[in-house]
């Protein structure tokens, strides 16, 4: 935004009331920055989301879909118009997405031992988000907005309750052991991974771009916080946990898009060889 960046309060007495999920807030701000003082139409609709097909991914573009949308509908002078809602309803569904592409290559994945490494490598509270990444699989949005309240502490484990993508509700879980360092180092009062200055949650572009740094560094490759997702699925497959239980464990939809997206394992000319019929 230009200028100083408003609060949410200020925002919604100028806008109307935003998401009050955190994925769907970020979309509706965005677009709020870009609209400006122009009309919300058909034409400044399609053009927004033309532009954002240049710089956001396929799951990116679907998000805003469905936050602006419903935050159009909810906000706007005219949502009690029939005609205003049929037609925002219309701009909606012929605004396409792009298809995401469902192969991950080698570049999407991160060895146990450059794990290792990086969690060797960086500065030690990232060395423990990028530990409770990769135990958990989650996404880095869904570990940073952990409250301590949603944290229940069991016998052997802690289990954390949050809110995924598409407003999924699901269970990490997370070792005593990680969540006692965790407390220690960040101190936090509401969040787990809480800043001591602003009481609020680690942002992930903070996480990003210190991960970027030292994956640069160290391993001489570019390196984002997804790869730790993607790295910790692809493991378990690996190690052969039955696919049902690593999609349930990935909150995936179906385990066909696990089987999919991470079933790249391959049989070696050897093993070809081997259990032909001579």
Not at 94 to 120: H, R, Y
Not at 166 to 182: A, H, N, V
Not at 200 to 211: A, E, G, N, S
Not at 228 to 243: C, V
Request: some cysteine; charged content about 25%.
């Amino acid at each position: 935004m230009n200028g100083s960046i408003p609060t949410i309060e200020t925002l919604e007495r100028q806008y109307g009331i935003l998401p009050s999920i955190p994925q769907y807030r970020v979309g509706v701000i965005r677009f709020i920055d870009w609209i400006g003082s122009r009309p919300i139409n058909e034409e400044t609709l399609r053009e927004y989301f033309h532009n954002l097909k240049r710089e956001y991914s396929p799951a990116t573009i679907r998000l805003a879909k469905t936050s602006v949308k419903l935050w159009i509908l909810k906000n706007h002078p005219q949502k009690s118009s029939l005609v205003f809602r049929n037609a925002i309803e219309s701009v909606f569904k012929d605004i396409k997405v792009p298809k995401p592409s469902l192969t991950l290559t080698d570049s999407k994945f991160l060895s146990q031992a450059e794990i290792k490494l990086l969690i060797g490598k960086l500065p030690y509270k990232y060395s423990l988000i990028i530990q409770a990444l990769y135990g958990t699989g989650c996404r880095v949005s869904e570990l940073l907005g952990i409250k301590l309240k949603d944290c229940e502490s069991l016998k052997t484990h802690i289990e954390a309750k949050v809110i995924g993508k598409g407003g999924k509700e699901t269970i990490l879980i997370i070792s005593k052991e990680l969540l006692k360092e965790i407390q220690k180092e960040f101190k936090g009062k509401l969040y787990l991974f809480e800043n001591g200055k602003t009481g609020k949650p680690i942002t992930r572009q903070l996480v990003h771009r210190t991960l970027q740094r030292v994956g640069k560094d160290k391993l001489n490759r570019k390196i984002h916080p997804h790869l730790t997702r993607h790295s910790r699925i692809s493991h378990l497959l690996q190690d052969g946990k039955p696919l049902d239980a690593v999609s349930r464990f990935a909150n995936h939809f179906d385990p066909s898009f696990t089987a999919k997206v991470y079933g790249h394992n391959k049989l070696s000319s050897k093993e070809i060889l081997e259990t032909a019929i001579s």
